[in-house]
């Protein structure tokens, strides 16, 4: 059973910043994208960052200049180091990832369980 497990959130004050990591676990071939998503109360989730399987980064408008996504292939490992943090950086936030369960290529989509991340004064 492949596990996409979150940690790093938690309660940071305006201007902070804060290191998220998605851990992959569990028997598979590789891993394709991954990337970040994020559901406010009352909102629907959305998109915050992605990386593909070669390091091509991609930042919704909203985070762009204030958060870097980065990966470790090696430790199935992906990071989102977000600074210059606002109030309505608020949200849960998910990890996704696009995992290849074996040689033939078959493709399962993964979802984390989610970490919290609160930015209050």
């Known amino acids: 059973q492949v596990q996409l497990v979150e940690s790093g959130g938690g309660l940071v004050q305006p201007g902070g910043s804060l290191r998220l990591s998605c851990a992959a676990s569990?028997?598979?071939?590789?891993?394709?994208?991954m990337g970040w998503y994020r559901q406010a109360p009352g909102k629907q989730r959305e998109l915050v960052a992605r990386?593909?399987?070669?390091?091509?980064?991609y930042y919704a408008d909203s985070v762009n200049g204030r958060s870097t996504i980065s990966r470790d292939n090696a430790k199935n490992t992906m990071y989102l180091q977000m600074n210059g943090l606002k109030p309505e950086d608020t949200a849960v936030y998910y990890c996704?990832?696009?995992?290849?369960?074996?040689?033939?290529?078959?493709?399962?989509?993964?979802w984390g369980q989610g970490t919290q991340v609160t930015v209050s004064s």
């Open positions: 569990g028997r598979f071939f590789s891993i394709n994208d």
């Open positions: 990386i593909t399987g070669g390091g091509t980064t």
């Open positions: 996704n990832a696009k995992i290849i369960m074996s040689a033939s290529g078959y493709l399962s989509d993964r």
